[in-house]
């Protein structure tokens, strides 16, 4: 796997720009080769399941898992430490993605509603014919 993290900033996951870093973070994972492990989880065989594979299946299962921690670290990587013990239970790369996919969607909700609800006051903030600017403002 190249580390394009090298030669590019990482983008750094703070609140108000979740959604622009898991763009930038997903780019940053397709590049390197390791978005199909975000979007297929990748499971951690058993030993006794690990010592019936065939040399060449061993192989590829190393080589996935390889790839899964690099994602994970890559994330961890981008982000304040503030934010690593949301996903530090995750046991893969694709468990990580769908914890912050859910925090931030709820956050992102919860801006929509609160937006909505400012704009509904804004627009009947009015001051009635028979109010003074003083009775108005208080």
Not at 3 to 25: D, E, G, R, Y
């Amino acid at each position: 796997m190249v580390n394009f993290l090298k030669n590019m900033p990482a983008p750094i996951l703070m609140s108000p720009n979740c959604n622009m870093w898991a763009h930038k973070m997903k780019i940053v994972l397709l590049l390197n080769g390791a978005w199909d492990l975000v979007e297929t989880e990748f499971k951690q065989l058993k030993a006794t399941v690990l010592a019936t594979l065939k040399i060449d299946e061993l192989k590829v299962y190393k080589d996935l898992q390889h790839k899964d921690l690099q994602a994970k670290c890559m994330i961890e990587g981008c982000m304040e430490e503030k934010f690593l013990p949301r996903i530090m239970g995750a046991s893969n790369v694709h468990q990580a993605w769908k914890i912050l996919e859910t925090t931030y969607k709820g956050i992102d909700q919860v801006k929509i509603v609160r937006l909505e609800n400012l704009r509904q006051e804004f627009e009947n903030l009015k001051m009635k014919d028979a109010e003074s600017v003083d009775q108005f403002l208080t």
